[in-house]
Structures are given as structure tokens and as C-alpha cells.
């Protein structure tokens, strides 16, 4: 499961996956950047601020297909 290439790709699947969360706060840890990267990692991190700023932005972000999966942010 684990891109080491992509590390926004293998945080939102070690967010998503069952089981512990290590991986994924490794993950953000070594890359910061990530929980703001886009809306849908703002949303996984239960980030509202950054979640509403990202609609602000573009209403359509809110419904925009992104991730590993293709999945809606909300």
C-alpha cells in the first residue's frame, strides 16, 4: 500500500486504511506540507479552517475528485 515516491498519496491511504494512524502521522510528520496540500487532506485531518478556505476558493473543490481513490473531498 505504501508509495514511498508519493508521500501524499501514502499519507491519504495510511489515513483511510483500518488499524493505527502511525504511519500516516510518520508520514506528516516528515512532510508538514501535506495537511495543507488540498482539500481533501484538510478534511481528513478534520481541518475546518482550512476545509472552508478551500471552498472559498473554488466551490467546486468541495465535490473535486482528487487522492489515491478519486474520492470526493466531502
Same mark, same amino acid.
Given at each position: 500500500?505504501?508509495?514511498?515516491?508519493?508521500?501524499? &498519496?501514502?499519507? *491519504?491511504?495510511?489515513?483511510?486504511?483500518? /488499524?493505527?494512524?502511525? @504511519?500516516?502521522?510518520?508520514?506528516? #510528520?516528515?512532510? +508538514?506540507?501535506?495537511? &495543507?496540500?488540498? *482539500?481533501?487532506?484538510?478534511?481528513?485531518? /478534520?481541518?475546518?479552517? @482550512?476545509?472552508?478556505?478551500?471552498? #472559498?476558493?473554488? +466551490?467546486?473543490?468541495?465535490?473535486?475528485?482528487?487522492?489515491?481513490?478519486?474520492?470526493?473531498?466531502?
Amino acid at each position: 500500500m505504501s508509495n514511498t515516491e508519493d508521500p501524499y &498519496s501514502t499519507f *491519504i491511504q495510511s489515513s483511510t486504511w483500518h /488499524g493505527p494512524l502511525v @504511519a500516516a502521522e510518520v508520514i506528516l #510528520s516528515a512532510h +508538514p506540507e501535506i495537511a &495543507s496540500h488540498d *482539500i481533501h487532506t484538510a478534511a481528513l485531518l /478534520g481541518d475546518d479552517i @482550512a476545509v472552508s478556505r478551500f471552498i #472559498s476558493l473554488d +466551490p467546486h473543490n468541495a465535490t473535486a475528485k482528487g487522492g489515491p481513490y478519486g474520492w470526493d473531498a466531502l
